[in-house]
């Protein structure tokens, strides 16, 4: 009986759970949100992330389960060293819980300022605060393509966001 109570519970979760997709191009008007596609592809390209060769001069680059765990040092200010200096690591093929299993990713800090910029130009959230000053964001998928076939690079690039949402 608590098998099925707790798998009825399970499936109300997972079924009122949408995916919600945002779609960022370097075309945009906003030229904080035309930055995003090119900064994300390069800052995955730079750790050695393959891209796929679609077609001619056409690349793809997936990311899957992106986590990033913010941990706020605050309150060990002023009687630890590092008190007051935030700690953050990103992860990809990561478990959706802070400190789960992942692989590192370089450039944590940088990747969570594009996620929080993707946050306040696109009013979504991938982040999540607890007590203590502990955050964690996760991002499903990054599906980035360049297409160096454009005459103009600011029309190069595409970046496709997906998450679960509830």
Do not use: W
């Not at 203590?132 to 998928?141: E, H, T």
């Amino acid at each position: 009986m608590k098998f099925f109570l707790l798998s009825l519970c399970l499936f109300t979760q997972f079924s009122h759970a949408a995916e919600e997709t945002i779609v960022i191009r370097s075309s945009s008007e906003d030229s904080e949100i035309a930055k995003i596609p090119q900064q994300l592809m390069a800052t995955f390209v730079d750790q050695k992330f393959k891209m796929i060769s679609v077609s001619k001069n056409i690349y793809n680059l997936k990311v899957l389960n992106l986590r990033c765990d913010y941990h706020s040092r605050d309150a060990l200010y002023p009687d630890y060293f590092n008190g007051g200096l935030p700690k953050v690591n990103c992860y990809v093929n990561a478990d959706l819980e802070m400190g789960g299993k992942g692989t590192p990713v370089e450039e944590s800090r940088y990747l969570l300022s594009l996620i929080n910029l993707i946050e306040k130009k696109f009013d979504t959230y991938y982040t999540d605060c607890a007590m203590g000053g502990k955050c964690m964001s996760f991002i499903q998928k990054i599906d980035c393509t360049s297409d160096m076939n454009q005459d103009e690079m600011n029309k190069a690039f595409t970046c496709t966001l997906t998450s679960r949402s509830e």
